[in-house]
T-cell receptor, first 112, second 115 residues
Framework: QQPVQSPQAVILREGEDAVINCSSS?????VHWYRQKHGEAPVFLMI?????EQKGHEKISASFNEKKQQSSLYLTASQLSYSGTYFC?????????????FGKGTLLTVNP | GAVVSQHPSRVICKSGTSVKIECRSL??????MFWYRQFPKKSLMLMAT?????????EQGVEKDKFLINHASLTLSTLTVTSAHPEDSSFYIC???????????FGPGTRLTVL
């Protein structure tokens, strides 16, 4: 089942923060976050495995609450380059049955 | 590291012709490759999963005789759209995954336009 992302879109001014949420109705093995710019392929941001961890990548971090089957992506002090559509992809299992199901995406626009 | 290429980046073809898209992992061995399709402003829809040396596993609703997938080596997978029609026009993206790792890395995508 497709994970649900919220919000669908968000507009920020440079330097502002944003949170993008991803929730699933199924138990999750991992959550993957990607950013896609118009006309380009998705770029891998980070992966979170079950165990309730949090990861950071410069000013972008994410958390994964395994019990709630939710993940959140945190963008702090946003930059113009952060603009794009953010997708979460979820996997119910690893190993040979591994595959990702992507949410509908969150369009982030950062204005000067 | 973890670079995936796709070729061609754009292709325009006539209805009824077949088109082959190549996906290569340039600096790692990809035990599994995935093929996605994306319509404008829409999410990525998984078409099929291919493991090196074995038949691809297609998602429900994807015609395996229309979308032929071959994963002959650990660095190359191909998707052939057979007898293409205008409704097959889309952005096709591959991704690759190393054995024992969970991350998928995407290629730059191929925009197919069928006239």
């Amino acid at each position: 089942q497709q994970p649900v992302q919220s919000p669908q879109a968000v507009i920020l001014r440079e330097g502002e923060d944003a949170v993008i949420n991803c929730s699933s109705s199924k138990a999750l093995y991992s959550v993957h976050w990607y950013r896609q710019k118009h006309g380009e392929a998705p770029v891998f941001l980070m992966i979170l495995l079950k165990g309730g961890e949090q990861k950071g990548h410069e000013k972008i971090s994410a958390s994964f609450n395994e019990k709630k089957q939710q993940s959140s992506l945190y963008l702090t002090a946003s930059q113009l380059s952060y603009s794009g559509t953010y997708f979460c992809g979820t996997a119910a299992s690893g190993g040979s049955n591994y595959k990702l199901t992507f949410g509908k995406g969150t369009l982030l626009t950062v204005n000067p | 590291g973890a670079v995936v290429s796709q070729h061609p980046s754009r292709v325009i073809c006539k209805s009824g012709t077949s088109v082959k898209i190549e996906c290569r992992s340039l600096d790692f061995q990809a035990t599994t490759m995935f093929w996605y399709r994306q319509f404008p402003k829409k999410s990525l829809m998984l078409m099929a999963t291919s493991n090196e040396g074995s038949k691809a596993t297609y998602e429900q609703g994807v015609e395996k005789d229309k979308f032929l997938i071959n994963h002959a080596s650990l660095t190359l997978s191909t998707l052939t759209v057979t007898s293409a029609h205008p409704e097959d026009s889309s952005f096709y993206i591959c991704s690759a995954k190393r054995g024992g790792y969970n991350e998928q890395f995407f290629g730059p995508g191929t925009r197919l336009t069928v006239l």
